[in-house]
């Protein structure tokens, strides 16, 4: 994991010891996941990058919602204002 930093490595830590375990867990992959596919430091991931995640996978759309929530996530613990794009077809 080498785009994800330490400061940011330990929010997820302290983020899966809260509410439900497997749950939290699956998130954390997931955010994982989407900062490996963009190639570069989640402090650099911005609207574009999301955009162009969802546009390359074809997810079913519970993956996609799934996927979303975790970059929510994200866009929280990285202290970011307001919420990711979301896929097309969540109309949020």
């Known amino acids: ?3 994800i930093h330490r400061e940011l490595r330990h929010k997820l830590h302290l ?3 809260k509410g439900g375990k497997k749950s939290r867990r699956r998130q954390i992959e997931r955010i994982e ?5 963009c190639r570069r430091p989640a402090e650099q991931i911005g ?3 999301v955009h162009e995640f969802f546009q390359a996978h ?12 975790a ?3 994200l866009w929280t613990l990285l202290g970011r204002e307001g919420k990711p794009p979301s ?4 109309g949020e």
């Open 1 to 3: 994991m080498a785009f």
């Open 15 to 17: 983020y899966a010891r």
């Open 33 to 37: 996941i989407f900062v490996e596919w």
């Open 47 to 49: 609207r574009r990058q």
């Open 58 to 69: 074809d997810f079913a759309p519970t993956t996609a919602r799934d996927y979303y929530y």
């Open 71 to 73: 970059i929510c996530q």
């Open 87 to 90: 896929p097309p077809f969540l």
